[in-house]
């Protein structure tokens, strides 16, 4: 088996700077390689020593630019690709305006084929090797985005996207509860862990649930507790009053799932914005994930997550949440994460910021030192970034007095222009002229 040897800069993480200093767990070389073989990262060191000690290796040299683990979109919707940039809406509005209309379409299989290449094409552009996505109700819709992940080798996670309540989903997008547990089971046992497909039990959010459906799902969660489950909590004011209402009985948001089985090691929940006590004290025991969005987040005015106050306690990734959210790239995430951070008083280091785009995402979806990692034993998922993509970013990085002065103007500015190339699971996807 053909050996690869890609030489560059290199940025690697052996811990969490969220709760070790940065300066302890990020490391960087100048000029540094990985090999990759048989699919796996075989070895990280300096270019010099792997290049005497594998002389058969195929050399591809980066030069200045530098390789990284692949990022990791923790919560997106390809269904949404199609509307993404939509005006004037908030999100109870604009799920009914653009969202639901656009998914309807998804029951024709060949659309839901179209949508999944496209989407999977572009966030490999941006430098996205791992996506973790909502389907729409249609079971074809989750078939033609594994398909497609597995025609390109990537490990995503995917579900059906569930949603029953009759008063909240119109007529043309809607499941039962049975259904949804009929069709969640087949997609899970057709899928997850085939390749490197990962199967996520995906009730939309409580809103558009019955508490029939969010039981049954709760029910297959236990009956496959290897599977993941993702849904939305906590986006906006005006949702979290809306599910009181719905449901007078439960303590808070976070009780909705929990009281039918949706809480616990696995679960991912985007945006989580206006938490309770109680919620981020049940989050953190229960050992579940956020999925922060940022730029979903300014986008449909939903507010500002405390990701200085619950990066150290509980599993956060980041994520585009396409197409509430205004970009495919994860170097627009990172600024928006990096921005919002400083609206609550906290400067993210850009040794955090890229922690989060990798390592920090594969934690929250459970799939820590296997993706997300730069490291022995670890798919061979990568991303090479040029630090000088535009002239705007190259006369700033010029001037840098060290490597994260350098790398800083490409996570405040960057986007498609500076991913140099792309390697998923140990292949060449994408070159561009650097
Ligand atoms: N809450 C329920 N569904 C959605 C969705 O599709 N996008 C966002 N941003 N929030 C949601
Ligand atoms: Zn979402």
């Known amino acids: 088996m053909t050996k690869q040897l890609l030489l560059g800069q290199v940025l690697s993480f052996d811990g969490n700077p969220f709760e070790t200093e940065w300066t302890a767990v990020a490391h960087h070389r100048r000029r540094g390689a990985v090999l990759l073989e048989g699919g796996v990262i075989a070895a990280v060191d300096e270019a010099d020593s792997l290049r005497a000690r594998h002389p058969d290796a195929e050399v591809t040299d980066y030069g200045d630019a530098l390789i990284s683990a692949g990022f990791i979109d923790t919560h997106m919707h390809y269904p949404q690709t199609g509307i993404i940039a939509s005006w004037g809406k908030r999100l109870i509005d604009w799920l009914n305006t653009y969202t639901f209309p656009e998914e309807a379409r998804f029951a024709d299989p ?21 996506l973790t996505s909502f389907g729409t109700i249609h079971p074809g819709s989750v078939d033609a985005f594994f398909e497609a992940a597995a025609q390109r080798g990537m490990r995503v996670v995917a579900g059906k996207t569930c949603m029953d309540r009759p008063e909240t989903t119109p007529d043309f997008l809607r499941d039962t509860a049975q ?31 019955t508490e029939a459906q969010l039981r049954a799902l709760g029910d297959l969660w236990r009956e ?18 809306w599910v009181k209402g719905l ?30 006590g109680r919620e981020i004290a049940r989050l953190r025991d229960a050992g579940a994930s956020l999925a922060h969005c940022p730029t979903s987040n300014t986008v449909l005015g939903s507010g500002l997550f405390d990701l200085p106050g619950l990066a150290g306690k509980i599993r956060v990734g980041i994520a585009t949440d396409t197409a509430g959210g205004n970009s ?91 991913v140099r190339d792309v390697w998923v699971n140990g292949a060449r996807m994408a070159a561009r002229a650097g």
Not at 362 to 381: C, M, P, Y
Request: aromatic letters at 8%.
């Open 179 to 209: 259904s949804a547990y009929d069709d969640s089971k087949a997609l899970l046992d057709k899928w997850h862990g085939v390749g490197r497909a990962l199967y996520a039990i995906t009730p939309r959010f409580s809103p558009t649930s």
């Open 110 to 130: 060949a659309y839901a084929c179209a949508m999944a290449n496209r989407t999977l094409d572009l966030a490999l552009a941006h430098g996205t090797t791992t």
């Open 247 to 276: 449901y007078p009985q439960s303590r808070d948001y976070l009780d909705t799932y929990e009281a039918f089985g949706l809480l616990g090691e696995g679960a991912i929940y985007g945006h989580a914005i206006h938490l309770t």
């Open 328 to 418: 495919f790239s994860m170097l627009r995430v990172m600024a928006a994460t990096y921005e919002i951070a400083q609206l609550r008083g906290t400067a993210i280091h850009p040794a955090q910021l890229m922690w989060l785009a990798t390592e920090g995402g594969a934690r929250a979806l459970r799939q820590e030192g296997r993706i997300g990692h730069l490291g022995v034993g670890a798919e061979a998922d990568l991303v090479i970034l040029d630090l000088a993509s535009t002239p705007a970013i190259a006369q700033r990085s010029a001037r840098a007095a060290d490597f994260w002065e350098a790398l800083f103007p490409t996570l405040l500015m960057g986007d498609d222009r500076a």
């Open 224 to 241: 496959r507790p290897e599977a993941l489950m993702q849904t939305h909590l906590s986006e906006q004011v005006d949702e979290v009053e």
